[in-house]
């Protein structure tokens, strides 16, 4: 379990994504969230002094769960402040991330960091859900987004048979899970490293369940 921000920072560098150029971009993400926060609550600031394990290394270890080669086209919804969006689109810049906000001052702070962090590949998309284009995703995240059944709804459509979805869930996890009906799919919760209390619903989906069908009359 990762316990403290000099803990965060040592696993952060044993990933097989964080050379040099990566860290230098976290580094700088930091240091652009902590300025942009005294404009706008992008984050809970008690959580600043903690934002290597509690927002950085909380994004990165998703990464753990994806195969390299499947980690693109990935869609970030409800990106906020960037998590895990950024951290995904900053360890991995050969990576087509999509981040989805709809807030319009959360999205020009979006378009800034992806500026400042020279991230080619990440695509800021202004606008509700609701709005965004179908694509087929090979990942779809989401942190603190929507309960899970919503989540679902609003966004199978990016979502093909091999897409993985990587859900941090905090404590509702697994109770999320075993509420879910009416869904075909294969989730499962994975403890997070960084939360003791956290879990993260991991797997993949195949769609609405067909309605059961009636029986004939005698």
């Given at each position: ?192 490293l960084t939360d003791p209390e956290a879990g ?19």
């Amino acid at each position: 379990m990762i316990a403290s921000e000099a803990e965060a920072r040592a696993w952060l560098a044993t990933l097989p994504e964080a050379d040099a150029a990566a860290l230098a971009r976290l580094e700088r993400l930091a240091t652009l969230l902590a300025s942009e926060n005294e404009r706008q609550n992008l984050v809970a600031a008690a959580s600043l002094p903690h934002v290597w394990q509690r927002h950085i290394a909380d994004s990165a270890q998703l990464l753990g769960h994806v195969r390299p080669e499947a980690a693109s086209p990935w869609l970030d919804l409800g990106t906020g402040a960037g998590f895990p969006g950024l951290v995904i689109a900053a360890l991995r810049p050969d990576c087509e991330v999509w981040l989805v906000e709809s807030r319009a001052m959360r999205i020009a702070w979006l378009e800034q960091a992806v500026s400042e962090l020279a991230l080619p590949h990440a695509k800021v998309v202004g606008g509700r859900l609701e709005q965004v284009p179908s694509r087929p995703m090979a990942v779809i995240s989401a942190r603190a987004f929507a309960p899970l059944e919503r989540l679902l709804t609003l966004s199978a459509r990016f979502s093909t048979a091999d897409t993985l979805w990587l859900l941090p869930k905090g404590r509702s996890a697994r109770d999320e899970v075993n509420r879910l009906s009416g869904w075909r799919h294969l989730f499962h919760v994975e403890q997070s490293l960084t939360d003791p209390e956290a879990g993260i619903v991991v797997g993949t989906m195949g769609g609405k369940e067909p309605p059961a069908r009636k029986g004939r009359k005698a």
